[in-house]
Nanobody, 115 residues
């Protein structure tokens, strides 16, 4: 499966961005899909997860500010990011998990939040 992220960019603190991740196959095939981020010099960390049944969960640092959603007809998941802070600056990656085929990753989309 190929995953292509978009929507990253430069934003001022307090602003919003919406990231998109388009999958080459049906997202209904995945047990779950996630958004991760990797800050400079740090390990990749889980930001948000959406399971096939629609259940979602978030890292404590983004709860109440970020929302993961999906559009099955477009084979796309989204990450709506509100009230951004410089601490959210990172490269954001989309990930899909299939119980049969394992994990696939997108190429990442950078987000920079200026104070």
């Amino acid at each position: 499966v190929q995953l292509v992220e978009s929507g990253g960019g430069l934003v001022q603190a307090g602003g919003s961005l919406r990231l998109s991740c388009v999958a080459s196959g049906s997202i209904g095939n995945f047990a779950y899909m996630t958004w991760y981020r990797q800050k400079s010099g740090k390990q990749r960390e889980l930001v948000a997860i959406m399971y096939r049944g629609g259940i979602t969960d978030y890292a404590d640092s983004v709860k109440g500010r970020f929302t993961i959603s999906r559009d099955g007809a477009k084979n796309t998941i989204y990450l709506q990011m509100n009230n951004l802070s410089p601490e959210d600056t990172a490269v954001y990656y989309c990930n899909s998990h299939s119980t049969t085929y394992g994990d696939d990753w997108g190429q990442g989309t950078p987000v920079t939040v200026n104070a």
